[in-house]
């Protein structure tokens, strides 16, 4: 294990990002001194900085009825103590507002073993009035993310509480496995690392409902005679079936990085199949990819 392990959430932030579906895993990328002799983990004051491509902006297994190509950059302060603030700025390259979403959180790291480690955290979504992404309907989310090293594997459950315009419960299970090389690539101090795993989500999908009243004309739905720009009518039968809680996703997801003590690059593909989908936003199957860049100062 190397003297100074960097883990990165999927920025997403997973995550909380538009790309992951807003489970940030902030805990994964809080500094940490490790001793070989007895895994023994001490945290550290840090900020980290980053920036993130992604192929299309997806919310909670859901994506809008066109690819929304983004662009975005985090900041994030840890706390010695465990406590963390972060922000977020979204841009949509198809979009025509400068920035699309604007978020703010605050959390807490807390570990009942080394093993057993989570944290709480609120999130404010802000939005531009012209923003298209789904989540828009969004703009508040509290969010409890617990996992469990297994050592041969990590496994995870987050709880996500999102309310304002609408109201949605979600629950995120994954499970995923850490690698990284023994050996350098071009310096005795860098290396590389893999991260693959997979999750379930299972939830409400009210937010769905909301975004086609304030985006007419935006979504696919089932007459297909319709003039897609005019406004399609929300049927009753969707409300009652976006509140009801059910399956609805299911991705793999394959992160590659090169990392150095205090940067990384990452380049992750991600496979997700929806299931469940409502009648006035109908989801695929489909692929997306990420490139990320962080610096942590420490």
């Not at 995550?15 to 940030?24: D, I, L």
């Not at 997979?198 to 304030?214: E, R």
């Amino acid at each position: 294990m190397k003297k100074i392990g960097i883990l990165f959430f999927p920025v997403m932030l997973a995550a909380m990002s538009v790309y992951a579906g807003a489970n940030r895993s902030l805990m994964d990328i809080v500094p940490k001194i490790v001793k070989a002799d007895t895994d023994t983990v001490q945290r550290k004051q840090s900020l980290s900085v980053g920036i993130s491509l992604g192929s299309d902006a997806q919310f909670f297994g859901r994506t809008g009825p066109q690819k929304y190509p983004f662009i975005n950059s985090d900041i994030i302060y840890n706390a010695k103590s465990g406590f963390f603030v972060y922000g977020s700025l979204y841009k949509v390259f198809t979009s025509t507002p400068l920035i699309d979403e604007t978020d703010l959180g605050a959390g807490y790291f807390y570990k009942f073993s080394s093993q057993f480690t989570g944290n709480v955290s609120y999130t404010r979504f802000i939005f531009n009035r012209d923003a298209l992404i789904i989540k828009s309907a969004s703009s508040n989310d509290i969010n409890f993310n617990n996992s469990y090293d297994f050592k041969l594997f990590k496994t995870g459950v987050v709880l996500d509480y999102l309310f304002g315009e609408s109201s949605d419960f979600f629950v995120t299970i994954n499970a995923s496995k850490y690698i990284e090389t023994s050996w350098s690539v071009f310096s005795d101090n860098d290396y590389l690392s893999f991260n693959p795993g997979f999750q379930f989500i299972l939830g409400t999908q009210n937010f769905v409902q909301k975004y086609g009243i304030n985006h007419p004309g935006k979504f696919d739905h089932d007459d297909y005679n319709h003039d897609p720009y005019l406004q399609p009518p929300i049927f009753p039968q969707y409300a009652g079936y976006n509140s009801e809680f059910k399956f609805l996703n299911y991705s793999i997801k394959i992160p590659v990085a090169y990392n150095m003590p205090h940067y990384t690059f990452e380049f992750a593909y991600k496979y997700s199949l929806p299931f469940n989908v409502e009648g006035i936003l109908k989801n695929h199957r489909e692929s997306f990819f990420n490139l990320t860049f962080y610096y942590l100062f420490y």
